[in-house]
């Protein structure tokens, strides 16, 4: 098993920036993909972004050339640079990891609020 433990989450004004980190513990080496999602209240939980073993990454439209995802597997982190913030992306994010089984793992989530 995974277990993941996200940070990083706050309020901030629009336009500002926030990092989240997850932080990776368990079966690591069995990890093929970490990502994020995020859901917003009332709404469903929606995908972010992703990265593979390999450094392929994925953003959803909303977030392409505002937030970048990273990764260190040394440190078992993965982190999301979130910029240019806008009120819309208000929401609990969500960490997950996937492995090459199938098996999936979810953080307890983390809030951003973007506010002024």
């Known amino acids: 098993q995974v277990q993941l433990v996200e940070s990083g989450g706050g309020l901030v004004q629009p336009g500002g920036s926030l990092r989240l980190s997850c932080e990776a513990s368990?079966?690591?080496?069995?990890?093929?993909?970490m990502g994020w999602y995020r859901q917003a209240p009332g709404k469903q939980r929606k995908f972010v972004a992703k990265?593979?073993?390999?450094?392929?990454?994925n953003y959803a439209d909303s977030v392409k050339g505002r937030f970048a995802i990273s990764r260190d597997i040394a440190n078992n982190t993965m982190t999301l640079q979130m910029n240019s913030l806008k009120p819309e992306d208000t929401a609990v994010y969500y960490c997950?990891?996937?492995?090459?089984?199938?098996?999936?793992?979810w953080g307890q989530g983390t809030q951003v609020t973007v506010s002024s």
């Open positions: 997950y990891s996937l492995d090459s089984s199938g098996n999936g793992y």
């Open positions: 368990g079966s690591i080496s069995s990890i093929s993909e």
């Open positions: 990265i593979t073993n390999d450094g392929s990454r």
